[in-house]
């Protein structure tokens, strides 16, 4: 039994010394420079690297680039076949600490198109970001602009169909909200906290509270690789995409050449741009006179698109009244209700076509909706009254029921008893 023993151990001496013989060998090894290039017996996807950075290894592991084969290397070159940290440190190691070499090392695959082929993804990125706001800054050597990690996160980048995403669609606004909220860098770079302006606007209300997936976020305006501020003369193209009957109401009426000839940015001279208010009617009143005097022209004709408004609106108003007393009674009203929802359609249309600045196209709405309400009212009240009347008539019959009975039992107990 010795024998062999012996044998095992000298085996195992052997095996160590000649592991100990091999690392050095390994250190002078070319780095590796892609997920193809490393070894399959290394089962993590962040290899032996999760063992000195554990918290970078976790966020690494969830990510969309781990569930791909992608491994800490491919972007940091090294190896991470071994815990000696002078190898997995060694030639081709760079630990990203340099800002502006962020946007060409996410693009050295992703605007590889064999790369990017396979998951039918653009390759366009990085050159949208080097047009970009912040890609021109950061050209001109300003490193605290936004580049890919800012956006996308560093180790734990995942798709922006995952609600964990920081470019999931409710979570755009606080993303971008990290610089354009931060209240140091604003008021250095002496630029508006378009941040806190978005959260009080009806959009971020859509989206935030109400869940509306469709509702404008930052990256819907001003794009996403290749942000930018719209150009005067671009706003109404970039609203029209959500709002393409208003663009083209607008394009039909005298606001879009005055505004084009003195340089005056359509859409957000009248709604706001970050902080975009609700619609209300009563703005008719008021709007106008931001830019034309108070007792012109412009203003009075604002006041009139308002009042026939308001008459239409009164109207639906009273309409939707009487429809709940009728439910009272109950009469069937699901023929008003639809024809009132009509109605509001052509309310709605109404305003909307407001921004052509022509009475005569409004009041063809106005018109209609107040007509409905109209009609709808007059049926009701016929119908309440003939239900009153009916009542009345119930009442009287069956007091003419009662006093008929009452003298007919006078008139018995009147007679003689029989024999």
């Known amino acids: 039994m010795r ?4 044998r095992v151990i000298a085996a195992a001496v052997a095996l160590t010394l000649t592991s100990r013989a091999v690392t050095p060998a390994r250190a002078q090894a070319p780095a590796p420079t892609g997920p193809d290039t490393h070894p399959a017996t290394i089962g993590s996807a962040s290899g032996r690297c999760g063992v000195c950075h554990p918290r970078e290894r976790v966020a690494f592991e969830q990510s969309v680039h781990a569930r791909e084969d992608v491994r800490c290397v491919s972007c940091h070159g090294g190896d ?7 190898v997995a440190h060694g030639r ?3 630990a990203l600490g340099n800002r502006a070499a962020i946007p060409a090392l996410c693009g050295s695959c992703h605007a590889n198109l064999e790369r990017m082929r396979a998951y039918n993804l653009p390759v366009d990125q990085l050159a949208l970001y080097q047009t970009s706001g912040h890609g021109m800054r950061l050209r001109n050597g300003d490193t605290r602009v936004a580049v ?31 610089c354009h909220g931060d209240s140091t860098l604003v008021r250095e770079r002496r630029i508006p906290d378009v941040y806190r302006l978005y959260l009080s606007s009806i959009h971020a209300r859509e989206l935030l509270e109400r869940g509306n997936l469709r509702a404008p976020t930052c990256v819907s305006c001003h794009g996403v690789h290749g942000a930018a501020p719209p150009r005067t003369g671009d706003v109404n193209k970039v609203c029209g995409q959500c709002h393409s009957s208003d663009r083209r109401y607008f394009l039909a009426g005298p606001h879009r050449d005055a505004m084009a000839a003195d340089n005056i940015t359509e859409c957000v001279s009248c709604h706001g741009d970050h902080a975009v208010t609700p619609v209300d009617p009563e703005r008719l009143g008021k709007v106008c006179t931001q830019c034309h005097a108070e007792q012109g022209h412009e203003a009075k004709l604002g006041g009139e698109l308002l009042a026939d408004y308001r008459n239409a609106q009164e109207e639906v108003r009273k309409a939707d009244e ?7 009674v109950p009469i069937q009203t699901d023929d008003y209700k639809a024809r009132l929802e009509e109605a509001r359609t052509y309310l709605r249309e109404a305003l909307t076509a407001t921004h052509s600045v022509e009475p005569e196209l409004v009041s063809g709405f106005t018109l209609r909706a107040r007509s409905v309400g109209s009609e709808i009212q007059s049926e009701i ?5 003939n239900i009153r009347t009916a009542k009345l008539l119930l009442i009287l019959f069956w007091f003419y029921v009662l006093v008929t009975a009452g003298i007919l039992r006078r008139i018995r107990n009147r007679r003689p008893p029989a024999r």
């Open 80 to 86: 991470d076949g071994t815990l000696a940290q002078g």
């Open 381 to 385: 009240i016929d119908k309440l009254g």
């Open 3 to 6: 024998g062999p023993a012996l």
């Open 148 to 178: 890919c990690s800012d956006c996308h996160g560093a180790h734990d980048i995942l798709p922006p169909s995952d609600p964990a995403s920081r470019v999931y669609v409710t979570n755009i606004p606080r993303t971008c909200g990290q």
């Open 322 to 328: 009487l429809i709940a007393r009728a439910d009272q």
């Open 92 to 94: 081709g190691f760079t």
